[in-house]
């Protein structure tokens, strides 16, 4: 996790300047609904470092395409709360995963008859997976349906 933030992290902001943010927002999400909906069937542990460097590059990509796209969804007087209630959604949200995390232990307990069936895996650990991929793929939709403006390319002077 930490070769891509060493390399990608200082270039990042400067791509998301030239590439349209709503795609890389969407795009970054659809990748990590597909590596995190590969991640149950891994049996390598190459794999599973190959499946983290995926999910870190579309982080360092999608996190400065959202903040930047913050200042054209809320107005400017608004701006300060928006940021705040940003980081308290990013890290408040824990006790909520704890009771997702609980409602889905019970529900992979009822999809235990499934366990015959090779192809789709019913323990705890892949229903996780698989509610954070659909959760990736919704938020990509969601995205999907946001009017953000068109970023201004700016000449360079000199």
Known sequence: RILPG?????????LIDRWDRKQVMGLTNLGRA???ATLPFVGQVSLLILASLLLEVCTLL??????????????????TTANSLSLAAAYG???????????LATVSEWLVGLEDNEILKTD?????????????????????????PRQVKRERSG
């Open 6 to 14: 060493f390399f990608l992290a200082p270039v990042a902001g400067v």
């Open 34 to 36: 597909a590596v995190v």
């Open 62 to 79: 999608w996190s400065p395409a959202k903040e930047s796209s913050v200042p054209d969804l809320v107005p400017h007087d608004h701006l």
């Open 93 to 103: 949200t824990f006790p909520f995963a704890s009771l997702h995390f609980a409602l």
């Open 124 to 148: 705890q650990v892949s229903l996780a997976f698989a509610f954070q991929a659909v959760c990736f793929v919704f938020s990509a939709m969601m995205i999907s349906a946001l009017e953000l």
